[in-house]
């Protein structure tokens, strides 16, 4: 190129020095732009210089394409460059972009759109010069894509992206540099090495390159070793012509390294070269250490239901001579034949195509079966992923295992993924009954509340039912009665029963039955099987699980205060008093009576004649009930009851001339809320009582007149009052 095309008449060099000398080097933006990084985090910056068709020097710094424009000149690019293509913006650089040893270029896009940037250096008088990379006789330095579209072009003897074209391999082997340091093998991990090299990374992005007569389309051109190539995702096509290959050396070249991961990669040798490898006649080899790697950590698409499988396996390409599709060392065997099977499980996730290319319409020969002559004849190597199509699956009640029947893989054991019928989205194993969740429900009496998920068979069974046993007493629920919603996707059963404070510590046992009674597998979410004893549960264990795994305190507060509410009731009403024992880290705090002297009972009026006696308790027997017992020594007729809004309030016969005014069902959280009972006689209206009493106000009666037991009955009953109003504020 001589002098280089891009150097003009003096009077357009002084015009174009005169423009630039009122440019900034750098502009701090006060618009905010956002792209992703090389790991696809979103990143963003307000500190960039916004490219023009006169910026065709590239000073360390961040460059942004906020419009689509072309450069005739060659950019060059100076130390740490960042390019950030704007969405669906356009860079055409029609003398290509010089990324000299020693300069870093890395490419990203925008998070709004892809952009793209297109080089050339393809016409007349750019001969020898890489449209992405380096000048003649020269070496790149290190080009980087983490986004976008990359398009590149070079003329005779250069890499579409890579090295220059060399006058021999004598000059190439002159030059000083670095194809790129060690590379973890078995992590796929890149510790990225101090100081400048030739290496070429792709991260995402759709790369199509193409290299110049006898140089690759990524890597080395003519003469010239490759830097080390490493991709890491992405859509890359990149050829090679005459003696290049298509990712490795240009003609008498070798490739250094490359390594592939999770990446669609196509390579086309449109001559002689290697598709991967060397180029024709490459005159230096390393005998012994494979330079061409391809592993996979792979995502299973939507069909093995989103499972990240992680597999390390590496593939060593070996050198067989020139035009085969990779390089093979010399020190390895070769099979007599490699078939389909052998060449995916080989490549572990990765396909791999060999083929003849011609043109663009003209590819003969694709396909993965070839006998071993065949393959070294071929010219083309494309590198797929897996899909893995037709899935077998080996399933447990725990989870299941995948097999591709194409590439032999097996992956770990998977939980199950539910769906709305029961059935396992990804293997179809379907459980009759599975338990989703088990826990207390507090709104009124205390209730254990199971949600269940059946299987189509077991909702459309209209005798099927599910049994709860307790203290030898068997209840039998018809999963056709009990309500069933659809719950992001997954039909939810729900079963509520009731628990007396007393039986708190009391295991329950579920089993499930279909309509023939016949004793259903039963398990939980996470595979835990209960079909051969059911499954037990109990209050107790349910505030034991809260305590040790608390969300947050009130949560915490409120599992105490109901486990030492559960263990005062047995102690008191002889419950299973043995399975019960002081929650670790727990002290109960001293509650003195004149903190809930707040709560006594109020009377207002004179008791009408006919009662004898009255009296406050609350009732654990069946749920938290306040109850005012009337002993009557006068028929009940003469008589008119209230309880709060309730008027012409029929009292419950208790026995003779005892009767009962509830307040039933009272929410853990409305314990200390008061309620009014009044009493008239119909013939004396003035002979009218008011009661005004409150659950704690039997918890304050215990605590002044009850036996111990009794007392710490009342503060257990006022501590759960306390943790439930803290739990469930701003929510009742």
Request: glycine letters at 6%; a negative charge; hydrophobic letters at 35%.
């Given at each position: 190129m001589g002098k280089k095309r891009f150097s003009h008449i003096l009077s357009i060099i002084i015009?174009?020095?005169?423009?630039?000398?009122?440019?900034?080097?750098?502009?701090?933006?006060?618009?905010?732009?956002?792209?992703?990084?090389?790991?696809?985090?979103?990143?963003?910056?307000?500190?960039?210089?916004?490219?023009?068709?006169?910026?065709?020097?590239?000073?360390?710094?961040t460059y942004y394409l906020g419009s689509t424009i072309t450069v005739s000149d060659r950019i060059e690019v100076n130390g740490y460059v960042k390019l950030i293509l704007g969405p669906q913006k356009t860079l055409h650089a029609l003398s290509g972009v010089h990324v000299?040893?020693?300069?870093?270029?890395?490419?990203?896009?925008?998070?709004?759109?892809?952009?793209?940037?297109?080089?050339?250096t393809n016409a007349e008088g750019l001969e020898g010069y890489s449209a992405l990379g380096a000048d003649p006789n020269e070496m790149n330095g290190r080009i980087t894509i983490a986004g976008g579209n990359v398009y590149s072009r070079s003329g005779y003897g250069a890499a579409g992206i890579g090295s220059g074209c060399f006058d021999s391999r004598e000059a190439f082997e002159q030059v000083e540099w670095n194809a790129g340091g060690e590379f973890d093998l078995i992590l796929g991990e890149d510790p990225t090495p101090p100081g400048p090299d030739a290496a070429i990374y792709v991260y995402d992005g759709n790369v199509d390159v193409t290299g110049g007569t006898d140089a690759a389309g990524i890597g080395g051109g003519r003469f010239s070793d490759s830097g080390r190539f490493i991709c890491f995702g992405g859509k890359v096509k990149a050829t090679g012509n005459g003696d290049g290959a298509g990712i490795g050396g240009g003609y008498c070249g070798c490739v250094t390294f490359a390594f592939i991961r999770g990446a669609d990669v196509t390579a086309v040798a449109n001559g002689k070269g290697a598709g991967i490898g060397d180029g024709n006649e490459a005159s230096f080899t390393y005998p012994g250490k494979p330079r061409?790697?391809?592993?996979?950590?792979?995502?299973?698409?939507?069909?093995?239901?989103?499972?990240?499988?992680?597999?390390?396996?590496?593939?060593?390409?070996?050198?067989?001579?020139?035009?085969?599709?990779?390089?093979?060392?010399?020190?390895?065997?070769?099979?007599?034949?490699?078939?389909?099977?052998?060449?995916?499980?080989?490549?572990?996730?990765?396909?791999?195509?060999?083929?003849?290319?011609?043109?663009?319409?003209?590819?003969?020969?694709?396909?993965?079966?070839?006998?071993?002559?065949?393959?070294?004849?071929?010219?083309?190597?494309?590198?797929?992923?897996?899909?893995?199509?037709?899935?077998?699956?080996?399933?447990?009640?725990?989870?299941?295992?995948?097999?591709?029947?194409?590439?032999?893989?097996?992956?770990?054991?998977?939980?199950?993924?539910?769906?709305?019928?029961?059935?396992?989205?990804?293997?179809?194993?379907?459980?009759?009954?599975?338990?989703?969740?088990?826990?207390?429900?507090?709104?009124?009496k205390v209730q254990l509340r199971y949600?269940?998920?059946?299987?189509?068979?077991?909702?459309?069974?209209?005798?099927?039912?599910?049994?709860?046993?307790?203290?030898?007493?068997?209840?039998?629920?018809?999963?056709?009665?009990?309500?069933?919603?659809?719950?992001?996707?997954?039909?939810?059963?729900?079963?509520?029963?009731?628990v007396p404070a007393p039986e708190f510590g009391d295991e329950i046992v579920m089993n499930v039955y279909n309509g023939a009674g016949e004793k259903q597998s039963l398990v939980a979410r996470d595979g835990t099987s209960f079909t051969e004893n059911g499954f037990p549960y109990s209050v107790k264990q349910y505030a034991e699980n809260m305590h040790n795994n608390p969300a947050y305190p009130a949560m915490d507060e409120l599992a105490i205060a109901l486990y030492e509410y559960g263990r005062a009731a047995c102690t008191y009403f002889g419950g299973n008093i043995g399975s019960w024992t002081p929650l670790d880290g727990y002290t109960q705090r001293e509650v003195p009576e004149s903190e809930l002297s707040g709560y006594a009972v109020v009377t207002d009026g004179a008791r009408p004649s006919g009662i004898d006696q009255m009296t406050i308790r609350d009732f654990f027997e069946s749920d938290n009930t306040l109850r005012i017992t009337v002993y009557l020594n006068d028929d009940v007729s003469n008589f008119s009851f209230k309880v709060d809004d309730e008027d012409d309030y029929t009292p419950i016969w208790i026995s003779e001339n005892v009767y009962a005014l509830d307040v039933p069902n009272i929410a853990a959280a409305e314990l200390h809320l008061p309620h009014t009972f009044i009493i008239t006689r119909n013939d004396a209206p003035d002979e009218t009582y008011t009661v005004r009493a409150s659950a704690l106000s039997y918890a304050l009666t215990s605590m002044k007149n009850g036996s111990p037991e009794r007392r710490q009955l009342g503060i257990a009953l006022y501590l759960y009052n306390l943790a439930a109003v803290d739990y469930f504020k701003g929510k009742i």
């Open positions: 015009s174009v020095a005169m423009l630039i000398s009122v440019v900034p080097a750098s502009v701090s933006a006060a618009t905010r732009i956002y792209y992703r990084d090389e790991n696809g985090n979103e990143v963003n910056t307000t500190s960039y210089t916004t490219l023009s068709a006169n910026t065709t020097q590239w000073d360390e710094g000299p040893y020693g300069s870093y270029l890395t490419i990203y896009t925008s998070t709004s759109g892809a952009g793209i940037l297109n080089c050339f061409v790697y391809v592993m996979e950590k792979t995502r299973f698409d939507s069909e093995l239901g989103d499972t990240v499988v992680t597999r390390t396996s590496t593939v060593e390409a070996i050198s067989v001579g020139n035009g085969s599709p990779f390089i093979f060392g010399a020190s390895e065997s070769m099979p007599s034949e490699l078939t389909a099977g052998d060449l995916v499980y080989a490549f572990d996730d990765a396909l791999i195509f060999f083929f003849d290319y011609v043109d663009e319409n003209h590819i003969t020969n694709y396909n993965p079966t070839m006998n071993i002559e065949d393959i070294f004849n071929c010219n083309g190597a494309r590198i797929m992923r897996c899909r893995h199509h037709n899935i077998s699956y080996v399933m447990t009640e725990t989870g299941h295992t995948m097999t591709c029947p194409v590439c032999h893989k097996t992956s770990e054991e998977q939980e199950h993924k539910w769906g709305s019928d029961g059935v396992c989205t990804v293997c179809g194993y379907s459980y009759p009954a599975m338990i989703v969740s088990a826990n207390v429900f507090f709104e009124g949600t269940m998920c059946f299987s189509q068979t077991m909702r459309e069974d209209q005798e099927a039912y599910v049994t709860f046993t307790r203290n030898g007493k068997v209840t039998k629920q018809k999963i056709s009665d009990v309500e069933t919603k659809n719950v992001e996707g997954m039909y939810m059963t729900y079963f509520y029963l009731p």
